[in-house]
């Protein structure tokens, strides 16, 4: 499937520190599928204009039902900002009702290592998939 390249939408401050956000999505149905695609463009276009955003990929594995997401920010703050605004909000509480399973991510890089590589990234996000199941595992006992 379509990989949207790594776009970077404002210039890295030289010898500063990015905040990372990796992503794992995975719709209920395959009939969700082109419902969450069209609105992950939506959201893809808010961030190639968001104040603080680094870079950014998507991934998207349409016959899986699976969305990556892959971003570098100025801090946690621009991130959360972007998160809180719309059309990203919107999106965001609109789908989760589609959503079966997702993982969040989140490290600090020099910004001299970005763009991230997705095999680094997927990495992490097996890692905390693992993690957070763990952590319900004996929450639930």
Partial sequence: MPTLPWVKPNPARPHTTAFVMASRFEVRSLKDVPRFFLKSLSAWGQVRKAPGALGASLEAQLAKG?????????????????????????????????????????????????????KDAKRRIDDQARADAADSGSTAR
């Avoid at 946690?76 to 989760?96: F, N, Q, V």
């Avoid at 993982?103 to 020099?110: A, G």
Wanted: aromatic share 16%.
């Fill in 66 to 118: 699976v969305f990556f997401t892959l971003s570098a920010w100025e801090d946690r703050d621009a991130l959360y900002a972007y998160a809180r605004a719309e059309p990203h909000k919107s999106i965001m509480a609109g789908l989760r009702s589609t959503m079966r399973e997702s993982t969040f991510t989140f490290w600090e890089t020099p910004v001299e290592r970005l763009p991230i590589d997705w």
